[in-house]
């Protein structure tokens, strides 16, 4: 995103190992993975050993001339490696300093290390995610990169303040994202059941209410609205092309919402007029009583109907509605390469072009451009030369380990 947004980002890999994902899920055992390309469009390379004493020299000289410095390596590692937040602040009081954990600093986990699965798991979102009765109802991960992907969002929203706070200061200052915390903020509104559920004893926008029984504790929700509107996903007869009864996407997710005239109009658009005069669902409180009966009718209604033409009728009528989309529906949807929503990367060489996400938002008077991600220490050359290295220096820093990996039998 810091690429994408005008920064010049150059990320810093063990020469010869480089960063763990390229070479995680490749599609072919020669070339970088997707998952690599992907995040790392624009970005340069600089090979470095931040353990050799010409490391070191390298890195100090770096953090002096840059405006942010991020890290996401194991707890403790950046501290044994001499370039912690202090040793950092005392460098360069200018610059900004990012770091990603798993943990908060008070968590009694903060020592662990962590990945995607273990931030769901430790912030409630997978506890309350998944199905609530059955062989499934177990903690379920979301598909959405909660962990990973919006661990690192959260962490711009923090260095762009630092960056804000700079122009006024004049300092940088030090910017402790975890993972637990960027997850913990998207699951607020569990933490909004909980109070509710500790006050009253049920959830009357869940699939156990009324008839279920409520522990102490969120249950898992299905594919509930979450809020106080009702919200369901409904099986449709498959439209063909990608969706297909063996791809098993084929539903659309329909909201009747609480207001009268909503209602209304939801009601007219499926045929269901009847309801308006019936008070088991004329008011979005029996609604919430009689859930189990709307998502029968409703369900009956779409069985005939493809989730495109659902969302035809329902959309006309104003009632929120919207197809479930699998991945190679959305990824074969060009209305959707628009510049910025899905973007076509030219990696060049073996590559050529890959598929990503562009920058979620537009802006009014700038327009990101999407290069490719680079070669393992790519840029080491370029960078060590404004650094102001002369060759001879880069030469001796290639054969001591510093930027390449030590011959066969050299320590
Ligand atoms: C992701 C994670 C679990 C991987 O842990 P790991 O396998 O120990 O790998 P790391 O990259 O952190 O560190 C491995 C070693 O390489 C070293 N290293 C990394 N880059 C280096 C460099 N350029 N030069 C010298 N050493 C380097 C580290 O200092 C560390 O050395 P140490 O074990 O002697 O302390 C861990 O880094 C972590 O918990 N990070 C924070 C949360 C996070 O970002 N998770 C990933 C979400 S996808």
Known sequence: MLAWLGADVIKIERPGV??????????????????????NSDKKSLTLDAKTPDGKAILTKLIKECDMFVENLHPGAMDKLGFGWEAVHALNPRCIYGTIKGFPLSSKYKDLKAYEPIAQVTAAAASTTGWFEGEYDIPTQSGAALGDSNTGMHLLIGLLAALQQRNNTGEGCYVYQSMHNACLNLCRIKTRDQLTLDKIGYLTQFPQYPDGQFGDCVPRAGNIEGGGVLGWTYKCKPAGGYDTEKNDNNFVYIILQRGEKDFEAA?????????????????????DRHKQAIYERIGQWTA???????????????VPVGPVLS??????????????????????????????VGCPFTMSNYQPTYGPAPSLGGNTEEVLTSLGYTAEQQAEFAKNGTTKPLADGQM
């Open 18 to 39: 480089g960063d763990a994902t390229r070479k995680e899920l490749q599609f072919n055992p020669d070339l970088p993975s997707y998952y690599f390309l992907q995040l």
């Open 304 to 318: 005939d109907k493809t989730k495109f033409e659902v969302t035809d009728i329902l959309g006309a009528a104003g």
């Open 327 to 356: 991945t190679k529906e959305i990824m074969t949807d060009e209305s959707l390469y628009d510049g910025n929503t899905l973007v076509r990367i030219n990696q060049g060489g073996e590559i050529g072009e890959f598929v990503t």
């Open 267 to 287: 009601c007219k658009a499926m045929g269901f007029e009847d309801w308006l005069t019936n008070p088991d669902f004329n008011t979005a409180d029996a609604r």
